[in-house]
């Protein structure tokens, strides 16, 4: 069986970051495009993954559709948790459903779209599924000025080689404490370190 690591190897990638499994509960998060989205799904699935929840963050650069899965037949000193990470905007957020691979996910996309406004497309029965259909509200989104950068919540993980990175940057420390990671705009203008990565 291949490690979680390297399972998603040869997809095209935004970033992979190997996690501190105590810290944040899972030992490697990969930042995708939607585009590789079902790929990813569909690798996790053939190696015998399960999915647990698909859930948001409303971040100032964008909502973040998270999906954690992980696997039972992995040594218990070896956690297989896997968190995939996909970055929609504001204005239209849309995801396509991976509903059809993992079919337990249909439900949390249903979820995620009450609380964040996720549309998840080719769903087979989009609709709310904990809140009226009449309601209008998604109440996860927060307004402008308290949306935190996506980037301050990075502390337990460092990159994995190489990096693509089209949204995302890793260049804070792993011992950093949450409050000192450097923003995107702030890593630009750094002259501490090399960027791995170009923002699109």
């Known amino acids: 069986m291949k490690t979680s690591e390297n399972l998603l190897e040869g997809l095209d990638i935004c970033a992979q970051t190997r996690c501190r499994y105590e810290q944040c509960g899972c030992v490697t998060a990969v930042f995708l495009d939607q585009v590789q989205l079902r790929a990813a799904a569909s690798r996790l699935f053939e190696a015998g ?9 409303d971040f100032a650069e964008g909502i973040e559709v998270i999906y954690h899965f992980d696997h039972f037949d992995h040594p218990v000193d070896y956690p297989a948790r896997v968190t995939l990470r996909v970055l929609t905007d504001h204005e239209s957020p849309e995801v396509p459903t ?10 949390h996309e249903r979820e995620c779209f009450d609380f964040f406004g996720v549309t998840f497309s080719d769903h ?11 309601f209008d509200q998604h109440p996860l989104l927060k307004p ?5 950068s996506l980037y301050a919540f990075l502390g337990a993980c460092e990159p994995v080689k190489p990096v693509k990175g089209e949204r995302y940057h890793f260049e ?6 949450v409050e000192a990671q ?9 002259d501490t370190g090399q960027s791995r990565s170009e923002k699109a």
């Open 182 to 190: 450097k923003t995107p705009e702030a890593l630009a203008s750094s």
């Open 98 to 107: 991976i509903s059809d691979i993992f079919s337990g996910a249909g439900w």
């Open 144 to 148: 402008e000025k308290n949306r935190e």
């Open 124 to 134: 087979p029965q989009f609709r709310p599924l904990l809140l009226p259909a009449e």
């Open 172 to 177: 804070a420390s792993v011992e950093a404490p």
């Open 49 to 57: 993954y399960h999915i647990e929840d698909v859930t948001g963050v």
